[in-house]
């Protein structure tokens, strides 16, 4: 039974000579630095769509709060009661309207990066399997 453990070991030491030996290291690294830059890039790219999103929300509050004000304005400002209440309502459903678009824009903005992220890490997905291909084939 001994033997049979130390003809086991042997083998294994073997093996991992042969692996240490054939596979390049350094190329091993290389890739794996080329992800953590893939990684990286894909991050900056979340990044910039989440600052893009925000500021186009902060742009549409803006907006909305002048629209608003101008609106509030008009109303205390006539003497028509039923005026006053078609330029709310108008305005009201001129709102509703421009909520609807932009959660759509919100929604889309977010769709973008995620792809635009997606996108590079697929890239590397796939460069990394022909890099490990090659290293495999040096290696045999």
């Known amino acids: 039974m001994t033997t049979t453990t130390n003809k086991a070991q042997s083998a294994l030491g073997t093996s991992e000579k042969i692996v240490s030996n054939a596979l390049d290291f350094n190329a091993l690294i290389d890739a794996q630095k080329r992800n953590v830059e893939a990684f990286n890039k894909a ?3 979340i990044s910039d769509s989440t600052r893009d999103l ?3 929300q902060a742009a549409l509050v803006q907006q909305s709060l002048s629209e608003g004000a ?3 304005q008009d109303v205390i400002s006539s003497r028509d009661i039923q005026v006053a209440l078609q330029k709310q309502l108008a305005y ?3 709102l ?3 909520a609807s678009a ?3 824009e919100s929604v889309e903005i977010g769709i973008k990066g995620a792809n635009d ?3 590079v890490l697929r890239a590397r997905a796939e460069e990394g399997v022909t890099e490990l291909n090659s290293l495999v ?3 045999a």
């Open 117 to 119: 992220a997606f996108s």
């Open 137 to 139: 084939k040096a290696a």
């Open 43 to 45: 991050a900056k790219v």
């Open 96 to 98: 509703a309207q421009k």
């Open 92 to 94: 009201s459903q001129n």
């Open 102 to 104: 932009a959660s759509k």
């Open 70 to 72: 101008s609106v509030f």
């Open 54 to 56: 925000f500021t186009r």
